[in-house]
């Protein structure tokens, strides 16, 4: 089995700040915007209790993998005072299969697989677990 790349994701302390850098310096156009995001489900996915934050997925047309700012409003940090943090995004043909692998191996997933909308609006399986280092990985399963 292996994983395929889908998005990389960077936890911002300045939204605007960062839309200056990637959107206005580096030219990486707008996908989709989410703000006010919250709720119980994201909440579970990231491991932190009373998530509410806003999100924005840059993409270039000529690219297959998209950047995802996430800004970080309310709820536990996740051991990052500044709410700073980075994280990557893989796809992969089995979740189920990872997921029982991932737990047998004590590398300890945030929840249970979940079913949550993705930038485009269809639905995918996923889930995150944290690396030794603090290293996000989202594993996600596309709905075929």
């Not at 996908?31 to 999100?55: A, K, N």
């Not at 991932?102 to 399986?125: F, T």
Request: proline share 6%; net charge negative.
């Amino acid at each position: 089995m292996s994983a395929s790349m889908h998005h990389v994701s960077i936890f911002v302390q300045d939204m605007k700040r960062a839309l200056q850098l990637f959107n206005g310096i580096l030219g990486m156009p707008i996908m989709q915007q989410l703000e006010g995001i919250r709720g119980s489900s994201i909440s579970t996915l990231l491991g932190i209790p009373d998530f509410r934050g806003d999100m924005i997925f840059l993409k270039h047309p000529d690219q297959q993998i998209c950047l995802e700012l996430v800004h970080q409003t309310r709820g536990d940090q996740g051991g990052n005072s500044d709410g700073s943090g980075f994280g990557t995004s893989l796809t992969v043909p089995d979740l189920d299969a990872v997921h029982a692998s991932l737990s047998r191996e004590s590398w300890h997933p945030l929840s249970e697989p979940l079913n949550m909308p993705d930038p485009s609006g269809r639905y995918v399986r996923l889930f995150c677990f944290r690396t030794e280092e603090g290293f996000m990985v989202e594993l996600i399963q596309r709905a075929d």
